[in-house]
């Protein structure tokens, strides 16, 4: 099965989740484009129950011009992820990006994430 997402952010500041005010004049456009390919589910399983690969892009796209090389492209992150669901609640979220300034205001920067959740609902019931 495939799912997939598209998302449209419009405002007229570009702020990182970290706080740098990337941009403050004109209109941003932030698309984010993510595609879920679920490649195995079997609920029961005994130890790996689902596998799904990610897929996805997000850009920032500027009506004014900026950077060290100035244009209106802003940056283009590519996206690619796998998910392992396991029995008894465990999910581990891998994911890879990599961060590329169009418009050479810093060099190329790629980042792995792992994340380990565990879903315990099914023992805190309403507090969950």
Do not use: C
């Given at each position: 099965?495939?799912?997939?997402?598209?998302?449209?952010?419009?405002?007229?500041?570009?702020i990182?989740?970290?706080?740098?005010?990337?941009?403050?004049?004109g209109?941003?456009?932030?698309?984010?484009?993510?595609?879920?390919?679920?490649l195995?589910?079997?609920?029961?399983?005994?130890?790996?129950?689902?596998?799904?690969?990610?897929?996805?892009?997000?850009?920032?796209?500027?009506?004014?011009?900026?950077?060290?090389?100035?244009?209106?492209?802003?940056?283009f992150?590519?996206?690619?992820?796998?998910?392992?669901?396991?029995?008894g609640?465990?999910?581990?979220?891998?994911?890879?990006?990599?961060?590329?300034?169009?418009?050479?205001s810093?060099?190329?920067?790629?980042?792995?994430?792992?994340?380990?959740?565990?879903?315990?609902s099914?023992y805190?019931?309403?507090?969950?």
């Open positions: 099965m495939v799912h997939a997402l598209f998302q449209l952010d419009i405002s007229d500041h570009y990182t989740p970290r706080g740098l005010n990337v941009e403050n004049e209109v941003i456009f932030q698309p984010l484009f993510l595609v879920f390919w679920n195995y589910s079997d609920k029961d399983a005994g130890f790996l129950t689902d596998v799904t690969l990610t897929t996805g892009v997000w850009s920032s796209i500027h009506t004014h011009e900026s950077g060290a090389d100035p244009g209106y492209w802003n940056e992150d590519p996206i690619l992820g796998l998910t392992f669901k396991f029995a609640g465990f999910t581990l979220d891998t994911t890879f990006t990599s961060f590329e300034s169009m418009v050479d810093y060099p190329t920067s790629t980042h792995f994430e792992a994340k380990l959740s565990f879903d315990d099914k805190l019931g309403k507090f969950a």
